[in-house]
Nanobody, 126 residues
Framework: ERQLVESGGGSVQAGGSLRLACVAY????????TAWFRQAPAKEREGVTG????????WYGDDVQGRFAITQDNAKGTIYLEMNSLKPEDTAMYYC???????????????????WGQGTQVDVFS
């Protein structure tokens, strides 16, 4: 069965850090596009960061640029999201996603991705 499973969410004080992980089962993430999205209550799902493994290019939302980093370990089939200097407005359910391709103008579109995880909750308190 092809699935993505996230972990690493939790409750953290503002200014703190968390590292999310997303393990891909039955799906090779090599040379594909991987991404993290988030959705806060009463808000639409938004792209946090995307990465094209074919060329190593990465993209970040304006709100997280300089604070978050996406990486992946193809041998482990795992995508990571390192989150630093967390703010209360980062509170959301975080989802990983995998798709065949992406670019600077498309990485943040949900429709670009074929596989999604079930989400992991991140709560940042002040």
């Amino acid at each position: 069965e092809r699935q993505l499973v996230e972990s690493g969410g939790g409750s953290v004080q503002a200014g703190g850090s968390l590292r999310l992980a997303c393990v891909a089962y039955g799906v090779s993430i090599s040379l594909l596009c991987t991404a993290w999205f988030r959705q806060a209550p009463a808000k639409e799902r938004e792209g946090v960061t995307g990465r094209d493994d074919a060329n190593g290019r990465t993209w970040y939302g304006d709100d997280v640029q300089g604070r978050f980093a996406i990486t992946q370990d193809n041998a482990k089939g795992t995508i990571y999201l390192e989150m630093n200097s967390l703010k209360p407005e980062d509170t959301a359910m975080y989802y990983c996603a995998v798709g065949p391709y992406c670019g600077s103008g498309t990485w943040a579109r949900s429709s670009q991705y074929m596989y999604w995880g079930q989400g992991t909750q991140v709560d940042v308190f002040s």
